[in-house]
């Protein structure tokens, strides 16, 4: 399986980004699915999630910032994300959720400055 996260940055805090993440060699359109992040030092975290149905999960502190969708077709997951906080800055990673792949990919890094 490939994860290709994409769409980090750096931004302004209270500003927005979307983040993408294209997978390959997995099912996909029966896989819940999850974005994590992670700060150095800290462990990663699942922020949000969605189920292959579509429902989907936040995290308490991005719950009403982030929105969380997929397109099954083009087998990407995005992670919508708005009033960004410096405490939002980590690299991003989508993973199978639950039962993640052992493989991570890159991640992309978001940077929120305050």
């Known amino acids: 399986v490939q994860l290709q996260a994409s769409g980090g940055g750096l931004v302004q805090a209270g500003g927005s980004l979307k983040l993408s993440c294209a997978a390959s060699?997995?099912?996909?359109?029966?896989?819940?699915m999850g974005w994590y992040r992670q700060v150095p030092g800290k462990r990663r975290e699942l922020v949000a999630a969605?189920?292959?149905?579509?429902?989907?999960e936040y995290v308490g502190s991005v719950k009403g910032r982030f929105a969380i969708s997929r397109d099954n077709a083009k087998k990407t997951v995005f992670l919508e994300m708005t009033g960004l906080k410096s405490e939002d800055t980590a690299v991003y990673y989508c993973?199978?959720?639950?039962?993640?792949?052992?493989?991570w990919g890159q991640g992309t890094l978001v940077t929120v400055s305050s």
């Open positions: 993973n199978r959720f639950p039962n993640a792949f052992n493989y």
């Open positions: 060699g997995s099912r996909f359109s029966g896989d819940g």
């Open positions: 969605i189920s292959y149905r579509g429902e989907k």
